[in-house]
Nanobody, 126 residues
Framework: QVQLVESGGGLVQAGGSLRLSCAASGRTFSTYTMAWFRQAPGKEREFVSAIVITWIGGSTYYADSVKGRFTISRDNAKNTLYLEMNSLKPDDTAVYYC?????????????????WGQGTQVTVSS
């Protein structure tokens, strides 16, 4: 079992930055595929970014809507996943969720992830 707890959300003006954190506890974190999803009011939860451990290190993946603005990273020593968000836009307003998959590989659909955090609200004002 893996427990995930997000933090770092808040209210920010357009063009600003936030860093989200996801603290993981329980089973081995270092080999899990970790991801961020988000859900805006009235919309489905969507993939934002993922980081996959490979034999040469880590591979990162991003939705087109955040590519070049968001950066995902992980600190396995601290069992923590991060999402650095820059140049934020009002369209980025959503609840952001951390998710974990116990096997390697990239997964883009929410039903492929076994573990979820409770979410943290990000609001970007115009």
């Amino acid at each position: 079992q893996v427990q995930l707890v997000e933090s770092g959300g808040g209210l920010v003006q357009a063009g600003g930055s936030l860093r989200l954190s996801c603290a993981a506890s329980g089973r081995t974190f270092s080999t899990y595929t970790m991801a961020w999803f988000r859900q805006a009011p009235g919309k489905e939860r969507e993939f934002v970014s993922a980081i996959v451990i490979t034999w040469i290190g880590g591979s990162t993946y991003y939705a087109d809507s955040v590519k070049g603005r968001f950066t995902i990273s992980r600190d396995n020593a601290k069992n923590t996943l991060y999402l650095e968000m820059n140049s934020l836009k009002p369209d980025d307003t959503a609840v952001y969720y951390c998710a974990a998959h116990p096997l390697g590989g990239i997964y883009y659909r929410m039903n492929e992830y076994d573990y979820w955090g409770q979410g943290t609200q990000v609001t970007v004002s115009s």
